[in-house]
């Protein structure tokens, strides 16, 4: 696939997923989404591959969510596909289908999907800069499969509810003490890091880690089903007036009204 929404590169047995939209904080569109299924499923077949790192260009962010810009997508590749616009259940699916470990590499923002992205890479390590948190709620918009009750998992039911409910921020210490990343280091650090936690993966036995990812997916693979049951009804939310509400308020950068139409 001709990638550009993201960069991929692949050495020393690790492949590395750039989102690269910086001039958006990195966030996804449609096209974005069927990139990074394209080059995660290249990854994790490749049997010269042991480890994957999903991170984002530049310094402000990891990744922001959906592009409220092209929510639709209509015109662009990969617009229409999947049930709300964008395949971005696709690249849930995908992340954790992919029998190589997932290591999220973040900088900067990681809020809303891309805190979800996040979340659901088999392992988390942040700069000092990482910044976490939901916004949907307060955008008309919410996660109704992975981005919720796995979050749950990984957190706890009360400081999942927290973080989607109130639309907090988090430091990139208070995701680690909460337990949404393994380890926190200088940003200046944060490359290294990450080489380093690749170089002792890819000296594991890649059966091994599959049958492993495997077995801790098992436990909460439910989770898609429901994920999709709730990505049918959020497309009927979509259409209404108070989700719209929540967009129209942030282009006019003004409080959202959304009780009006509830």
Not at 84 to 93: C, F, T
Not at 104 to 124: P, S
Not at 137 to 144: A, E, I, L
Not at 147 to 168: N, P, S
């Amino acid at each position: 696939m001709d990638y550009q929404d993201i960069l991929y590169d692949a050495r020393d047995h690790v492949a590395t997923i750039t989102l690269n939209r910086p001039e958006v904080m990195n966030a996804f569109r449609g096209r974005t989404c069927v990139e990074l299924v394209d080059a995660f499923q290249r990854a994790g077949y490749d049997r010269e591959i042991g480890a994957i790192v999903l991170t984002g260009a530049g310094e402000r962010a990891f990744c922001t969510g959906g592009d409220q810009s092209s929510h639709d997508d209509a015109g662009g590749y990969g617009g229409g596909r999947g049930v709300i616009g964008m395949p971005i259940d696709e690249v849930h699916s995908v992340i954790r289908d992919v029998p190589k470990p997932v290591l999220a590499k973040v900088r900067g923002y990681a809020i809303g999907g891309g805190n979800v992205l996040a979340t659901l890479c088999d392992l988390t390590l942040a700069g000092a800069s990482a910044i976490f948190g939901q916004v949907g709620p307060k955008m008309g918009s919410v996660d109704p499969g992975f981005g919720t009750a796995y979050l749950a998992r990984v957190v706890g039911e009360k400081k999942a509810r927290e973080m989607w409910y109130l639309c907090r921020r988090y430091t990139a210490d208070e995701a680690c003490e909460m337990g949404l990343v393994n380890k926190v280091v200088p940003d200046d650090e944060l490359d290294a890091e990450a080489a380093a936690w690749c170089a002792e993966l890819v000296e594991r036995s890649p059966t091994a880690i599959a049958l492993a990812k495997r077995s801790f997916n098992a436990d909460t693979e439910s989770i898609r089903g429901i994920g999709a049951l709730g990505m049918q009804g959020l497309a009927l939310y979509y259409g209404t007036e108070e989700s719209k509400e929540g967009g129209e308020a942030a282009r006019a950068k003004r409080t959202p009204e959304f009780r009006k139409y509830s």
